[in-house]
């Protein structure tokens, strides 16, 4: 079984993170609350350096904006952030939180204005790309719920004794033919890397060449339940470890997870074909 290396215990830079500690909500603007991860942390781990194996975008929901407009009354609105996996560091998540709540009883002129303060402040963390989108409560009704294409490997009737995260269960897993096929599971469940709280996600892939044993899959998937590690984390190793063993000529990994603290976090790999339309699962 592989061991996996555990990169928080030599990062001092994690353990500096308010996540896991107790911390006083803010009300009024402070974009010092933001923290950065680096993504070199894990990436090496994975033997993920230089160029990457793919392009993508971590697509960020905040379900829980809120400011004041020049007169004082509150403003409410959902916001949609891309985060171009090119970027130094992800975002902290619990970070994000504390740094959205300072907007509630700060006072913006426009949504304009709260829209260039989150790009700004969001790209200076994360020192990379970043674009933000505020959806104001009259378009509300174009959010639409869809679920993931593909097949659902769920129903797949597998008995299961171990949860360690093991990427061998995908060895010789794939047949001698190649396919072009999306499958998508709900079924994906991981840990916090530094609290251990349940991260709860549904993911695609899609891909082209040999085809790959879903019952292998499956139980490859399910071999994340008490991982420990950040959501983008595990979809890069995902991708990376789909390549390895299965020989993917073609690949995109995609996951839903859902949402803590009014934000959902649902990260986007792939080599060959651009990110979807951002649409909402039913469980997020």
């Not at 194996?53 to 697509?59: A, L, N, Q, S």
């Not at 403003?75 to 907007?103: G, P, Q, R, T």
């Not at 659902?152 to 093991?166: G, P």
Request: aromatic residues 10%.
């Amino acid at each position: 079984m592989t061991q996996n290396h555990d990169p928080y215990n030599d990062a001092p830079a994690l353990q500096g993170l308010t996540l896991g500690q107790s911390t006083e909500y803010q009300a009024e603007y402070d974009a010092s609350l933001l923290q950065g991860v680096p993504r070199k942390l894990n990436r090496d781990a994975i033997a993920l350096s230089g160029d990457l194996p793919f392009h993508g975008t971590d697509i960020w929901t905040a379900y829980e904006l809120s400011w004041l407009n020049s007169k004082g009354k509150p403003m409410v609105a959902l916001a949609e952030v891309h985060l171009d996996i090119n970027s130094v560091n992800l975002i902290e998540s619990k970070s994000f939180k504390l740094y959205l709540n300072s907007f509630n009883q700060t006072k913006f002129d426009s949504v304009e204005d709260v829209q260039n303060r989150l790009t700004q402040d969001l790209a200076n963390c994360a020192q990379g790309d970043v674009t933000v989108s505020i959806i104001e409560p009259k378009h509300f009704t174009f959010e639409r719920v869809v679920e993931l294409p593909g097949t659902c490997i769920d129903d797949l009737d597998i008995e299961v004794d171990n949860y360690d995260f093991n990427p061998d269960y995908l060895q010789d897993s794939t047949e001698d033919k190649n396919v072009a096929e999306t499958l998508n599971s709900n079924l994906l469940k991981s840990n916090c890397l530094i609290t251990s709280q349940p991260d709860w996600g549904s993911v695609m892939i899609r891909y082209q060449g040999p085809k790959i044993d879903r019952e292998k899959l499956l139980r490859y998937l399910i071999s994340f339940r008490q991982h420990n590690e950040f959501h983008e984390q595990c979809i890069e190793r995902i991708f990376v470890d789909l390549k390895r063993y299965c020989g993917c000529t073609k690949l995109t990994v995609y996951a839903r997870y859902t949402r803590r603290g009014g934000l959902d976090i649902n990260p986007y790999r792939s080599d060959f074909e651009n990110p979807p339309e951002s649409h909402r699962l039913a469980r997020q």
